[in-house]
T-cell receptor, first 114, second 110 residues
Framework: EAQVTQNPRYLITVTGKKLTVTCSQNMNHEYMSWYRQDPGLGLRQIYYSMNVEVTDKGDVPEGYKVSRKEKRNFPLILESPSPNQTSLYFC?????????????FGPGTRLTVL | GESVGLHLPTLSVQEGDNSIINCAYSNSASDYFIWYKQESGKGPQFIIDIRSNMDKRQGQRVTVLLNKTVKHLSLQIAATQPGDSAVYFCAEKTGNQFYFGTGTSLTVIP
């Protein structure tokens, strides 16, 4: 089954404790992206990657890191999480050819930072 | 930053009626406009997109209209069904980045 998977689905952590949220897709997509979703703010793009070893900042990259060492994986790293990073996170992927709009989203990771 | 907004946060329609969800955008340089549907507890799901040089595009039971003069985007759902109940997001694509609106919650009344 074609899908985007995220792990963990739920995470409660404390301020400053480094964490990684994994994202994997089995559709051979070049483009991958991370979003956060907060009430009243919709989805905001954190980082995206056009292909292996190519990553770019989205609208809200502060406090996050990403890497793209393999085509299928795009982990989101929070080196020192803070309470304002409490949010619902989505990973998405699509083929790199225009228009990129048909993104496939993962099920989401709900992160709480205490 | 981008500004993509919605006219109404909630919309209720009778089953079988047509639904219209509206969206305003701000960046004239965006090349695609997209509608996503998000059901409770799930990730967004692509519905339909429209290129900036078009003004109308139809899909299965859905139509997207783009009015560049007033920077307005709308999604029309024909014969709305209970399964259409969800939050609908508009988004605009500028380069390789995406900017989403805040969403409209559609409730279908049986």
């Amino acid at each position: 089954e074609a899908q985007v998977t995220q792990n963990p689905r739920y995470l409660i952590t404390v301020t400053g404790k480094k964490l990684t949220v994994t994202c994997s897709q089995n559709m051979n997509h070049e483009y991958m992206s991370w979003y956060r979703q907060d009430p009243g703010l919709g989805l905001r793009q954190i980082y995206y990657s056009m292909n292996v070893e190519v990553t770019d900042k989205g609208d809200v990259p502060e406090g996050y890191k990403v890497s793209r060492k393999e085509k299928r994986n795009f982990p989101l790293i929070l080196e020192s999480p803070s309470p304002n990073q409490t949010s619902l996170y989505f990973c998405a992927s699509t083929i790199a050819g225009a228009p990129l709009s048909q993104q496939f989203f993962g099920p989401g990771t709900r992160l709480t930072v205490l | 930053g981008e500004s993509v907004g919605l006219h109404l946060p909630t919309l209720s329609v009778q089953e079988g009626d047509n639904s219209i969800i509206n969206c305003a955008y701000s960046n004239s340089a965006s090349d695609y406009f997209i509608w996503y549907k998000q059901e409770s507890g799930k990730g967004p799901q692509f519905i339909i997109d429209i290129r900036s040089n078009m003004d109308k595009r139809q899909g299965q039971r859905v139509t997207v209209l783009l009015n560049k003069t007033v920077k307005h985007l709308s999604l029309q759902i024909a014969a709305t069904q209970p399964g259409d109940s969800a939050v609908y997001f508009c988004a605009e694509k500028t380069g390789n980045q995406f900017y989403f609106g805040t969403g409209t919650s559609l409730t279908v009344i049986p």
